[in-house]
């Protein structure tokens, strides 16, 4: 189950787009936003689940993120359970992006 | 081609004015998601997996080779470096910015290009025939109807919010190469026994959760007489489409529930009321509209035949090349579907070596196709050596148009959020199991057509072989279906049973076509061969493991 209020079940991550370039983002221990899933919070505690919550309520409102909803989390693998998110982590598998070169690239 | 007129340059450029004011504010938080989210969606801007997706309107599949450089052009400033064709003759780009993409709409403006109503309730770019203008077998170029179907329909106050999306395909050949049937509204252009030409008029087609094949709702319908009656019809799925529920909302449903003969009642009804006929285009009008799209300066040229001892040359001449109705001249198609690319994909390189082609030998005009692929219309033929050389420099010179390698393929699970399964992969295997091009050749024409979930964007329901990726406990799995047909005999899949993995499922199709190799009789295709034999001596072979 992914939802924005945390409805899930075992270790819990909080994930958006940024409203900017639209890319993926998951919430660190530090409360900031980063690209890299590696550095996510993962958590099972309430306490934590709940602030969580609200940073990414905040986060909505300042505008840095867009639709932020918690996933659950693999407690033995540290991934997330859905196939989808496991893609969000991961990126394409496949990506045209990867023929060009790199300097005529603007990302 | 259609340019623009002064109506439509100012609307479009108001348009990108619009929603650069749209996007400040959302960026200064004026605006909050919630609120945003239809306005991006009607300027074309989803937001996906991993990022934003641009999608370019490609009226009727027609570009010119400035736009095509446009294209290339915002590939590299904005994305990376690449776009992809879609079955709707569209371009999407997979990872813009959302800052940038007020730019973007306004370097497309300055090429007459756009984004709107690719996306949202309404009436979606009018698709065609990919060969229009140039094929033989057509009554005429049915573009100019798709140009007044696009003038009509563009921000049309009463339907910008129907039921659902909405989808609307021309064809003006027996031949189907649009596939009309699977359309809101497919338009076939007929001759009548009096020698006048007007509309067949196809209704509640289209794939998705629920694949329905339209049906006729008026079996020659004057030429005169197309807006006020396609007004008719939208006015009935506006009135009576059903909005409570998303998955029943497009038109298919409304006509599969009310019946034929009383949906045609209805529509007829509601067109009496419609007369006089004061939104008719006129014939004048049409004429004019009718002028912009005049055959190229063909030169006066005889019929040459080209033949080459180079196998992979004279693949392509087979395959990939046709002949256009002028004596002397033929239509090229470039595949973009190379064994280890995603089907569809173009570099922006390769965009710009397609419009230098198309200037140097297509009078500028290049077309996408609902198969992912590009086509140089009005190609002299003895030229045809010289560009195939040039397309083998591009790596866009594979002869495997219509072959098993040729796949239809939606972004799947790489790249979209609806997505249960990834289906670039799975047609990259098959390329690769099957890309000895002897034996495709063998095998002849072969259909395969890739979804990553069950709406349908990669056509799975009409492939000869279809293929929808599932998703069950973390793991993709594929389902089959056999016998769909995507031409004018429009048939659906039947579903074969349990899925598979790739691994097997690429193992079970190989099943099938030897299986069909061995059965078939004189010039049987795949698809005839199901046929005739049925799809349950296919599925035995397709299950002999399981
Ligand atoms: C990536 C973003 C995309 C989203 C969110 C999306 C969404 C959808 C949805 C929800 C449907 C089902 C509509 C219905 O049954 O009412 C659909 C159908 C369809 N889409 Fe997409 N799609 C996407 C990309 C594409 C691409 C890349 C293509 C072409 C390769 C495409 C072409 C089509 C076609 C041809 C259909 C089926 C025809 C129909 O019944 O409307 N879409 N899409
Ligand atoms: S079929 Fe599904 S996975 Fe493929 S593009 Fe359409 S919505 Fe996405």
Known sequence: ?107 | MYRYDEFDADMVSSRVEQFKAQVERRLSGALSEAEFRPLRLMNGLYLQLHAYMLRVAVPYGTLNSTQMRKLAELADKYDRGYGHITTRQNVQFNWPELTDVPDMLKELASVEMHAIQTSGNCIRNVTSDPYAGAIADEIEDPRPTCEILRQWSTLHPEFAFLPRKFKIAVIASKKDRALIRAHDIGLEIIENDAGDIGYRVYVGGGLGRTPVIGQVLRDFLPRVELLPYLEATLRIYNRYGRRDNKYKARIKILVQETGIEDFRKQVEAEYAELVPLDIAVSPEEVERITQYFSPPDYKDLEDVEVKSDDPAFARWLKHNVLENKTPGYSIVNISLKPKDRAPGDVTSEQMRIAADLADEFSFSEIRTTHQQNLVLPYVETQELENIYKKLVGAKMSEGNIGLISDIICCPGMDFCSLATARSIPVSQAIAERFWDPERQAVIGEMQIKISGCINACGHHHVGHIGILGLEKAGVEFYQVKIGGDPSENTALGQITGPGFSQEELIDGIERMVDHYIEIREDEERFIDTVRRAGVETFKEVLYVDA
């Open chain 1, 1 to 107: 189950m992914s939802s924005a209020k945390h409805k899930g079940k075992g270790p819990q991550s909080l994930t958006a787009n940024t409203l900017r370039d639209g890319l993926s983002v998951w919430l660190t221990a530090e409360f900031d936003w980063s690209m890299k899933y590696s550095e996510a919070l993962i958590t099972e505690d309430d306490k934590i689940i709940e602030k969580m919550e609200s940073i990414g309520e905040e986060s909505e409102r300042a505008n840095d993120v867009v639709a932020p909803y918690f996933i659950d989390v693999e407690a033995e693998s540290g991934l997330p359970v859905r196939y989808r998110e496991k893609f969000r982590v991961r990126g394409p598998s496949y990506d045209t992006a990867t023929l060009v070169p790199l300097d005529i690239q603007k990302v």
